[in-house]
T-cell receptor
């Protein structure tokens, strides 16, 4: 079935540094989503992307929908301690019908920010 | 609105026991989703409902798992009998319409089967 790969699996950075992570697949997706999960909480949507090449920002976060539609990237600028958590990408192949079959999550990138 | 509310937050049970997880979606949301999260398999969609009707349960791992939504404000996920491999965090999410973009997750129930 469809699978998403995220890299890196984990990363340790200094406060103030920029962060880059990506999500790749062998399948084409029509929608890419990026979520953040804090310890003991459910995932929270950060950014949604709907078109190949689309670049979208949400504060210090910027995400891009890859041209090939098989990947997506998330960047965090000037990291702060509250950026700690697990970042998940999720891909969807269709906006309607068969929702349960074609929406998948990546395994996540665990981010640690050192003061 | 308080968001999606799940209970209990933590559950420890012995193998073979019945486990019931509960979810109250956000008022007015038509869709409700149950997810399971494990280190090995990540986040997996188990089942989702539209207007209280199960639409897709292909993600339910086996017959030991069942889910119901008797009304618009309540859903349960039941495991009977439970097994150690069922240990995971179970999330409930709800949305106004299909599409995870607009889905809001609960805080999850951490289930441990010993």
């Amino acid at each position: 079935g469809q699978q998403l790969n995220q890299s890196p699996q984990s990363m340790f950075i200094q406060e103030g540094e920029d962060v880059s992570m990506n999500c790749t697949s062998s399948s084409i997706f029509n929608t890419w989503l990026w979520y953040k999960q804090d310890p003991g909480e459910g995932p929270v949507l950060l950014i949604a992307l709907y078109k190949a090449g689309e670049l979208t920002s949400n504060g210090r976060l910027t995400a891009q929908f890859g041209i090939t539609r098989k990947d997506s990237f998330l960047n965090i600028s000037a990291s702060i301690p509250s950026d700690v958590g697990i970042y998940f990408c999720a891909g969807q192949t269709s906006d309607v019908d068969n929702y349960g079959q074609n929406f998948v999550f990546g395994p996540g990138t665990r981010l640690s920010v050192l003061p | 609105d308080a968001g999606v509310i799940q209970s209990p937050r933590h559950e420890v049970t012995e193998m073979g026991q019945e486990v019931t997880l509960r979810c109250k979606p956000i008022s007015g949301h038509d869709y409700l989703f149950w997810y399971r999260q494990t280190m090995m398999r990540g986040l997996e969609l188990l089942i989702y409902f539209n207007n209280n009707v199960p639409i897709d349960d292909s993600g339910m791992p086996e017959d030991r798992f069942s889910a119901k939504m008797p009304n618009a404000s309540f859903s349960t996920l039941k495991i009977q009998p439970s097994e150690p491999r069922d240990s995971a965090v179970y999330f409930c999410a709800s949305s106004l319409r299909v599409g995870l973009r607009e889905a809001f997750f609960g805080q999850g129930t951490r289930l441990t089967v010993v």
